[in-house]
Nanobody, 126 residues
Framework: QVRMVESGGGAVQAGGSLRLSCAAS????????MGWFRQAPGKDREFVSA??????STYYADSVKGRFTIARDYAKVFLNLNNLTPEDTAVYYC?????????????????????WGQGTQVTVSS
């Protein structure tokens, strides 16, 4: 079984920054893409950002463009969160798409991701 493991969440003041990391654990995971979603209290889970391994194409929700940056190395995906606002407060989930199963992948569709992490809390105070 493959599991995504997030780290790097925390509490910051508005305008601050955080860096989230995520790596796959368990069985061998051959990444097609990895992404980040978030869920605020009382709200649905929403897409934040994703990156495709083959060409490093990146995708962002409009709400985070210009403030968040996604990047990867061989085995991990990172999300740099800058100029944070209280509206960014949420549990952030890492998700992975396996090359072994991918068909038509749409970056902002949670259903298209195969593996998920437990989430890491990001809290931004005003």
């Amino acid at each position: 079984q493959v599991r995504m493991v997030e780290s790097g969440g925390g509490a910051v003041q508005a305008g601050g920054s955080l860096r989230l990391s995520c790596a796959a654990s368990g069985r061998t995971f051959r990444a097609y893409a990895m992404g980040w979603f978030r869920q605020a209290p009382g709200k649905d889970r929403e897409f934040v950002s994703a990156i495709r391994w083959s060409d490093d194409s990146t995708y962002y929700a409009d709400s985070v463009k210009g403030r968040f940056t996604i990047a990867r190395d061989y085995a991990k995906v990172f999300l740099n969160l800058n100029n944070l606002t209280p509206e960014d407060t949420a549990v952030y989930y890492c998700a992975g798409v396996s090359r072994d199963y991918v068909a038509d992948w749409v970056a902002d569709k949670a259903f298209d991701y195969d593996y998920w992490g437990q989430g890491t809390q990001v809290t931004v105070s005003s």
